[in-house]
């Protein structure tokens, strides 16, 4: 459209001069000396026209000739970006579908002529790591560190997912500990290094880590619940395994105040305490927390609990059989306790109303002991039969009951 309408306004322009000329072609007298041109004013513009056109194309033409060389190699290096493009372009496509000897042969192949050779060179990585060539992997991330001024993070980022999925986690963690020195916020190092802790067993750095992963939003509320659990009750099962009762104390304390509310992890608590025979502390505790919220499964473990008081606890547990009376469990507690007080009749009374309620294995075990105790062997006998029938039927409606455990963080992938 540009080209036609140049082409319009020349032949409009050129109607208009020949008009002109036609009515007064003008004159034009050139003298030097004792020689003189004549001419009309019309051919004298037609050849100012044409001199200044053929000037100017000569002067394209020797611009361009001095200018050949730089412009034919801009041309190759045009060429050379395009090859480029296009080979990262395949490399990363085989890359996406899981061709890793093509996509790691089309990525290198013209990695020096890209426009972003950083990006060729973590994705031939990543080729490498997916065929098990952990040195081939390491050579092309310090090309990448190499290859663009202040990647240096990116590419050790990148090294150190690799790392960890190639279950390198010790050099993993090497390197994920200098970037969190460098940058103690990002998101992604505090995942990762949170990843390894927990595959490293490591719970006393990831319970340092946990503040930070809450503040940098690394994970979302249910996650990071289910991961300061995992870690409150894998510290105070090393505790306890270690037989270290003032660092069980100490583990259960530092727990935010919400997990400490948490039956599950109360019900921990307390059998680590029984572990370590700290009966009173667990007394105490249950005793505390009973008056809280009614929970049936620390009413059982209640009964477990050897205190130094036994009247005491004795008498705080027939407290709560005002609006209980009939609780299976309760009535169980209250039979162990009479047990241990050997208060014979009213632990016979109790376990014998706990079995008419709601018989279970634990309750015939202790009344065939009681029983045995009283001289009573054929009833004792009995009992334990009826005992293990049970506790088989309860064995099996356990493992039907079994529920997947769910993990805190997911695998990453890469």
């Known amino acids: 459209m540009k080209w036609l309408f140049g082409t319009l306004l020349v032949l409009v322009f050129a109607v208009m001069i020949g008009l002109w000329a036609y009515h007064d072609s003008g004159y034009v007298l050139i003298a030097r000396g004792y020689k003189t041109v004549e001419m009309s004013l019309a051919l004298f513009i037609v050849l100012v026209a044409l001199g200044f056109l053929l000037t100017y194309f000569a002067l394209r033409i020797l611009i361009n000739s001095w200018n050949m060389p730089t412009a034919f190699r ?61 040195q081939r992997r390491d050579d092309y991330l310090s090309l990448a560190h190499q290859s663009m001024h202040g990647a240096g993070f990116a590419v050790q980022l990148t090294q150190a997912e690799l790392q960890l999925v190639h279950g390198q986690l010790e050099q993993s963690l090497a390197t994920l500990m200098q970037l969190h020195a460098a940058s103690p916020k990002h998101p992604h190092v505090l995942h990762l290094l949170a990843r390894i802790y927990q595959s490293l067993r490591s719970w006393e750095d990831l319970r340092k880590l946990l503040p930070d992963l809450r503040k940098q939003n690394v994970l979302n509320a249910t996650d990071l619940q289910q991961l300061e659990q995992l870690v409150y009750r894998e510290l105070l099962t090393q505790a306890t395994q270690q037989g270290k009762l003032p660092s069980l104390r100490s583990s259960w304390q530092q ?126 006998v009995e009992c334990y039969h009826q005992g293990l029938l049970l506790a088989a039927e309860e064995k099996m409606d356990g493992l039907l009951n079994l529920a997947p455990v769910s993990t805190a963080l997911a695998p990453v992938s890469y």
């Open 255 to 380: 727990a935010p105040k919400q997990l400490r509310q948490d039956l599950d992890m109360l019900r921990h608590y307390v059998r680590c305490l029984l572990v370590l025979h700290a009966n009173d502390d667990a007394e105490q505790l249950l005793r505390e927390a009973l008056k809280k919220q009614w929970d049936v499964d620390l009413v059982y473990i209640y009964g477990l609990i050897e205190a130094s008081d036994k009247d005491r606890q004795l008498a705080t547990a027939e407290a709560w059989l005002k609006g209980h009376e009939n609780n299976p469990v309760l009535l169980l507690t209250l039979g162990r306790l009479c047990k241990r007080n050997k208060l014979w009749g009213k632990a016979r009374s109790y376990l014998n109303a706990s079995l008419g309620i709601k018989p279970h294995s634990d309750a015939y075990k202790e009344l065939g002991q009681l029983l045995e105790q009283l001289n009573e062997h054929g009833e004792a």
């Open 74 to 134: 801009a041309w190759r290096a045009r060429q050379r970006r395009r090859r480029a493009r296009r080979d990262m372009d395949r490399g990363l496509i085989e890359l996406a579908q899981g061709n890793w000897a093509q996509a790691e042969r089309y990525l290198l192949r013209h990695a020096r002529d890209s426009d972003i050779p950083l990006l060729n060179y973590l994705s031939a990585a990543r080729a490498a790591q997916k065929q098990n060539a952990p």
